[in-house]
């Protein structure tokens, strides 16, 4: 129910090849002998026709992708990877005495024993949701579905959401934001589409949709199916795009509840408000909220307001059961994953409990369980390596921004600043949250879920008139990502990431550049994105451009946006460039910057020649090749249609075609596939 943080997130990233011996003789995989597996490489595929493939062909043409997973490569194993280490915390955990295990770790032990418990839960079967399911079928007002649509603790569904943030133009300051909601699909396409595919996904959902409603014991399930896919598609009119839901310009629209209610006075604000906790005074006066998709509120509340209570509640009860499948009898965790992951993202079958298991402890407890997975695996010398390569970045960052021909000496200026002020997080938390008021019954699966949600919720309401705490993490050390918070003005990359092979002690200089530099030169150059460009140095949102370098940063911007356009990741299928260009600006002006850290790191010298390629040479290949990924058509689909990240495949090959030392380091020519001339070609940071 709550909204998440806007967190500007790196998509896959990789790990395949040999082996290095790691913390607590876990083995982490790295290339070759120094960083890249020559071997994955398809030399019959000229670097510039399509340098993804170049890197990556042969592998491409034997790897194999589970059926349990939507794709293989780097991503997926450094995630098999850090799954098999908390499966280890575990297994250690349920194999200690009680008496030896403190009370956070009891708390892992005893959520983690109710999820596994699959005999438990088909025994007991709709019971310990029974309560729930009669809440929703006695509601009989608008008012009423309002108020339990605003349930922190009952995760229905509902058509607006909201969610307690960061202020963007007083970033000292939490918010209470509120958004466009209501779709059962990833986005309004998915509704509104003619393609086949989509058409033809549709179709699925509605079945879905009708499946779910008979398991529940609703009759006549085809025609309620008929009801709730109209009203969601009337839901899907009223929503913003994508590229208009990522402008900051556009969702950053404050009022006080009165302006609220005389926007969108369809909807009943007071009952939804109230159920939320929410206190809407501050110690200045009455609190305003954020309202992102602000035109689409109106719209949506004579939505709400048309529909009978009845649909309501049968869209709050799929709704309900499709966030609850996880944790209910085997058919009702089959019928959502059949849709979810085998319609959406091509997956066959579930990952195995064990697996869900910990995945699910790193949702509820991911702090409780990464002070032990950072203990196990991420000695501290791995942490000051990190902190001395992000440094070094930051250092390349700062040397370039003088040299940009396109930006005037005042803008250079609030640039220079801003890079000085980023915050860097590395690895984990400086301090842990505190778990001690979050009960854990043995047993009880669903309580246990829904006390979790609560404790999250609670503590985020009991601080929302203090001061934002700028020591908060959004991942857990575990994650394989990192991310970059425009408000906190920070770049954050959690312990999981920061190992071979991204980086690696052992590896080429130019290989770890290539990797974790271009991760970290990615994040960093969120703040300078299409997005993060519109926050300052101290994180508040505000123009600090003049107005003639704006413009010229906005025309180099629409050259990387028309560059994507023409992406086809599948026939007929383009990159949406509007919708990635914050994702894409970021690949392009990242590996640029982690290419030069690279070169200041030869400190004048020459590059030694290994193997037959040059430095640049293997810069270029590292990159490519932490991107090495095979995915699903579904998930190409879903990821091209609905997310921010461009298929990996032209992650690549968007970034290096810009970059006129990859032309050199590969000799790519005019008649190659994707050689862009230099005026075309465009250099940001």
Request: aromatic share 10%; charged share 25%.
């Amino acid at each position: 129910m709550t909204r998440k943080s806007a967190l500007a997130l790196l998509g896959a990233v990789l790990l395949a090849g040999g082996a290095v011996i790691g913390a607590q003789g876990q083995e982490a995989k790295r290339f070759g002998s120094w960083g890249v597996d020559l071997s994955s490489r398809d030399l019959s595929v000229r670097p510039g026709d399509n340098f993804f493939r170049y890197a990556n062909g042969s592998w491409l043409k034997s790897a194999t992708i589970p059926a349990e997973r939507a794709s293989i490569g780097g991503f997926v194993d450094l995630q098999i990877l850090s799954e098999q280490r908390l499966r280890a915390i575990v297994t250690d955990l349920r194999a200690r005495p009680v008496a030896q295990l403190n009370p956070e770790e009891r708390k892992l032990r005893d959520f983690y024993d109710s999820f596994v418990d699959t005999a438990a839960i088909e025994a007991k079967g709709l019971a310990p949701v029974a309560k729930d399911i009669a809440l929703i079928a006695g509601l009989k007002t608008h008012a009423e579905v309002a108020r339990l649509m605003a349930s922190p603790q009952i995760a229905a569904g509902a058509i607006f959401g909201y969610g307690i943030g960061i202020d963007d133009k007083n970033p000292g300051n939490y918010s209470l934001n509120l958004v466009q909601a209501g779709l059962g699909m990833p986005d309004r396409d998915y509704y509104l589409s003619d393609n086949p595919a989509l058409v033809k996904t549709r179709e699925a959902y509605r079945k879905f949709l009708a499946d779910m409603m008979t398991l529940a014991g609703l009759g006549g399930a085809e025609a309620r199916a008929d009801r709730l896919l109209a009203l969601e598609t009337e839901i899907a009119r009223a929503h913003w795009n994508r590229a208009d839901r990522r402008d900051a310009d556009k969702v950053y629209n404050p009022m006080t509840v009165a302006a609220l209610k005389t926007m969108a006075p369809d909807f009943p604000w007071d009952a939804f408000l109230a159920e939320t906790k929410i206190p809407l005074t501050t110690p200045t006066g009455p609190r305003q909220v954020i309202v992102q998709e602000n035109t689409a509120f109106a719209p949506l509340a004579k939505i709400f307001a048309a529909t009978p209570v009845s649909t309501w509640q049968d869209y709050l009860t799929v709704q309900y059961l499709h966030n609850m499948a996880s944790y209910l009898p085997k058919r009702f965790d089959d019928l959502n994953f059949a849709f979810y992951a085998t319609t959406l993202s091509g997956r066959t079958a579930q990952l195995d409990r064990a697996t869900r298991g910990v995945r699910l402890l790193d949702g509820q407890m991911g702090e409780a369980l990464g002070k032990l997975y950072v203990a196990r695996y991420f000695p501290p010398d791995a942490k000051a390596k990190a902190d001395a390569l992000v440094s070094n970045l930051l250092k390349s960052f700062l040397a370039d921004i003088p040299k940009l021909d396109w930006m005037g000496a005042a803008t250079k200026e609030k640039a220079l600043e801003k890079v000085r002020l980023f915050t860097p997080k590395i690895g984990y938390p400086d301090t842990w949250r505190d778990y001690s008021a979050l009960r854990v019954v043995p047993g009880d699966l669903i309580g246990n879920i829904q006390r979790a949600s609560l404790f999250d919720y609670d503590r985020q309401v009991a601080r929302i008139n203090l001061p934002v705490d700028r020591s908060e993490w959004g991942m857990t050390p575990s994650t394989i990502n990192a991310y970059f918070y425009a408000s906190l003005n920070e770049i954050v990359f959690p312990a999981a990431i920061l190992q071979p092979p991204f980086f690696d002690a052992q590896a080429d200089d130019a290989v770890n550049y290539g990797g974790i530099g271009a991760v970290i030169g990615h994040e960093i150059s969120h703040g300078f994105d299409d997005q993060g460009s519109k926050y300052d140095g101290k994180g508040v949102f505000q123009d600090w451009w003049t107005k003639e370098d704006r413009a010229a940063f906005d025309t180099r911007s629409a050259g990387i946006i028309s560059q994507y356009d023409a992406f086809e990741p599948l026939p007929g299928l383009h990159v949406i460039g509007k919708n990635t260009v914050g994702e894409n600006i970021a690949d392009n002006a990242g590996l640029t910057i982690a290419y030069r850290a690279y070169k200041l790191s030869l400190g004048g010298k020459a590059a030694p020649v290994i193997d037959g390629l040059t430095g640049d040479q293997r810069f270029f290949l590292g990159y490519g090749q932490i991107w090495r990924t095979l995915q699903r058509e579904n998930a190409i689909r879903t990821q091209t249609l609905s997310d921010e990240h461009t298929v990996a495949e032209f992650r690549v090959i968007g970034a290096v075609r810009n970059m006129d030392a990859w032309y050199d380091a590969f000799g790519v020519t005019p008649d190659q596939k994707y050689y862009l001339p230099p005026a075309q070609r465009v250099h940001i940071w």
